[in-house]
């Protein structure tokens, strides 16, 4: 059974968090279990401190273990400082962080055979994956996802069983579902409700997970502590409910498109691996020939988890398919990246790499780093955010990231 607390207009109080966490967990069969709770690492609004906090007050003393998982992905690990900070210390919880760049860290749950990728894919993808997960998560009793749900470049929508793929999955299963969205394109992906192709290539890979799959989605302010909505259950449906609020609540709507866009970076995003994302949402509203300022002062590297990423550059998805042979080689889920940062375009071997739009970093990265990343860039000292606020044709959005902009049709 579904359960869903608030909704678009409403703003939830600790008290009932709080209250709906405990009932909901007192109504599981949890006792003399273990539990591996798998979360989301900074990168993500979410008042994790809190919902941790209320899980724990539920669950110690009744369940046998309690592990903390922090999804990255393949995004930096988290420090010991930044850890702390981001899950508080509580007593019979071990907290770790998915140590993806570790081999042993998983445990293969099986293949999904090339056929069955073909028809989960649309056709668009015919290749064996090998499904890797981390192993915590296979050797606890049970696996209960907390985090929050927004429109997401990938899969349509984040959180649910997205937080065990890619969250805390091997490189194959990762690589084949971020080239499959890049195929269909992040433009065409974005904000999509229901199962998308990669949603459905990452349902049938959790399918395979010996643990009983629970979920904490969970509808965030955006920018904030603050939750909308909350909804528990198996992880399929909790998403889809929570899924219903955020398309109400992270989605904006132009009436035209504009010529310009100021994305101004937050904190929260380090590299331009993750700061990519104030493009993502900002894509479907910019004008053909228009440009996206990505504002990160703070942010001075592309990527130090990805460094292939600055030989590889930032193209458009026909530059990879139309040359593929050139780059099949590689980690598919960096060519994803790629495409999902320069947007949509074409590529032929008469014309070359024509692409839609202009992206410009006005970061800390060196600018001729920028520019052989096939990027534009901008001095982040002479962005004047008034000035371009001032321009009728410019578009200025703060904290960007986590809400998508599109155009009414």
């Known amino acids: 059974m579904t359960y869903r607390i608030g909704g ?7 008290e009932r968090i709080r209250s709906f966490v405990a009932e909901r967990l007192a109504e599981e069969d949890l006792d003399g279990r273990s539990v591996c709770l798998v979360v989301p690492d900074g990168t993500r609004s979410c008042p994790l401190p809190l919902l941790l906090s209320a899980v724990h007050e539920a669950l ?5 273990r309690l592990t903390v998982l922090v999804a990255l992905g393949t995004h930096a690990p988290m420090g010991e400082a930044e ?6 210390p509580l007593p019979g919880m071990t907290v770790l962080n998915h140590a993806w760049w570790e081999p042993s860290t998983f445990v293969s749950l099986g293949t999904i055979g090339a056929d069955r990728v073909g028809e989960l894919s649309g056709g668009l993808l015919r290749h064996e994956v090998d499904v890797r997960l ?4 296979v050797e606890h009793d049970v696996a209960l996802v907390i985090g929050p749900v927004f429109p997401h470049e990938v899969v349509g929508f984040s959180g ?7 969250g805390v999955a091997g490189a194959d299963i990762i690589d084949l579902s971020h080239w499959l969205g890049a195929l269909i394109t992040s433009a065409d992906i974005i904000g999509t409700r229901g199962v998308t192709p990669v949603r459905a290539l990452i349902h049938e890979a959790a399918s395979l997970i010996p643990a009983r799959r629970l979920a904490l989605c969970v509808v965030v302010r955006s920018g904030s502590d603050e939750l909308h909505a ?3 259950g198996p992880p399929q449906r909790a998403w889809a409910a929570a899924a219903e609020v955020s398309s109400e609540v992270h989605v904006r709507y132009l009436d035209a498109p504009v010529r310009r866009v100021l994305s101004l970076i937050p904190a929260k995003y380090d590299d331009m691996w993750t700061a990519a994302k104030g493009f993502y949402k900002l894509e479907p509203v910019v004008a053909d020939g228009g440009e ?3 504002y990160a002062p703070h942010v001075t590297t592309i990527s130090a988890m990805h460094p292939e990423i600055e030989q590889i550059g930032y193209h458009c998805r026909d530059y990879f398919t139309r040359q593929w042979d050139r780059f099949k080689h590689l980690h598919w889920g960096v060519l994803a990246h790629s495409t999902h940062l320069r947007g949509a375009g074409t590529y032929d071997e008469e014309h070359g790499e024509r692409c839609r739009v202009t992206v410009t970093l006005a970061t800390g990265i060196p600018e001729d780093v920028v520019r052989r990343a096939n990027l534009g860039y901008l001095d982040p000292a002479e962005v004047d955010v008034e000035a371009f606020a001032a321009d009728p044709e410019t578009l200025v959005v703060p904290q960007a ?4 902009y599109r155009l009414r049709r």
């Open 8 to 14: 678009p207009d409403a703003v939830l109080t600790e």
């Open 134 to 137: 981390n192993r915590a998560v």
């Open 292 to 294: 996206v300022v990505l």
């Open 230 to 232: 909350m909804a528990y």
């Open 160 to 166: 649910g069983d997205k937080y065990f793929f890619p």
């Open 401 to 404: 990231g986590e809400v998508l």
């Open 83 to 88: 850890l702390a900070a981001h899950v508080p």
């Open 60 to 64: 110690h003393g009744r369940v046998s």
